[in-house]
């Protein structure tokens, strides 16, 4: 974001990047808008780079990968045959063999397998990052997006998983959400807490630590916070959890002391 590009061949045709291209033709006088608005689809948000060509055309990189351009912008293609993306996070699909989930950096959260690396349907969209299939129940999948956005798709619908979690706390970029290996309806996720869900996709969060971070004495505040949990496979009271600020917690009861 915020980088500027000059035409080469004519300086008063300047452009800047933000969630979409902003450019100007008379150097900075005036601006324009000159990709789609980014919830069209036509042209993905999030500016990188563009290159101006010895033919006249443009090359735009978004985080949704490599768009051609003419030289003033009158229309986008999209060069759709680059099998690449950023990958957070995985899931193997207990009920199909080789199929996998995915969250993707500014991709949402896509499903396919190595074998056809251009069929990928999203599944959800966002920032991906950890997709969580119900391995007890294939209708049930979960899907998380930046800022602790978190997604169940059950009874063919998707809806926000939140209820119960203080909307005011902190909560990292990429939030920590696993299932237990114990119990497929029990699920954790954390803020600067701890919350447990017990009861699937229909359940209420509550949390089972107290604030594990203090108050943001020395970082930014959103980044204040806890970025990972982990359960004991062997025994489901034990629970660990790594914070921002460099301490790992432990609960041997399941958060009843930390």
Do not use: C
Not at 39 to 60: C, I, K, Q, R, S
Not at 203 to 232: M, Q, Y
């Amino acid at each position: 974001f915020g980088q500027i590009r000059i035409n080469p061949t004519n300086e008063d045709n300047v452009s800047v990047f933000g969630v979409e291209l902003h450019t100007s033709t008379n150097g900075g006088d005036s601006w324009f808008q000159s990709t789609p608005d980014w919830f069209l689809f036509e042209v993905h948000a999030d500016m990188h780079d563009l290159v101006y060509t010895p033919d006249g055309d443009t090359w735009l990189a978004t985080d949704g990968g490599l768009y051609q351009g003419t030289e003033n912008f009158d229309s986008w293609d999209f060069s759709s045959f680059i099998p690449i993306s950023q990958f957070y996070r995985i899931a193997i699909n207990p009920f199909e063999t080789g199929i996998y989930a995915g969250g993707m950096q500014d991709n949402g959260t896509s499903e396919g397998n190595y074998e056809n690396s251009f069929s990928w349907p999203r599944l959800f969209g966002g920032d991906g990052f950890q997709p969580i299939y119900n391995p007890d129940d294939q209708t049930i999948f979960y899907s998380t997006t930046q800022n602790g956005g978190l997604w169940v798709f059950s009874s063919n619908n998707w809806n926000s998983f939140v209820d119960g979690i203080e909307p005011n706390d902190r909560v990292a970029w990429d939030a920590p959400f696993i299932m237990s290996s114990h119990n497929s309806d029990v699920l954790y996720t954390a803020t600067t807490k701890i919350y447990k869900a017990e009861d699937g996709p229909i359940s209420f969060w509550v949390p089972i630590s107290p604030d594990l971070n203090g108050p943001p004495d020395f970082l930014p505040a959103n980044r204040h916070v806890i970025t990972t949990i982990a359960e004991s496979p062997i025994n489901a009271d034990v629970l660990y959890a790594g914070t921002s600020d460099g301490k790992v917690w432990v609960t041997q009861n399941n958060g009843m002391n930390w």
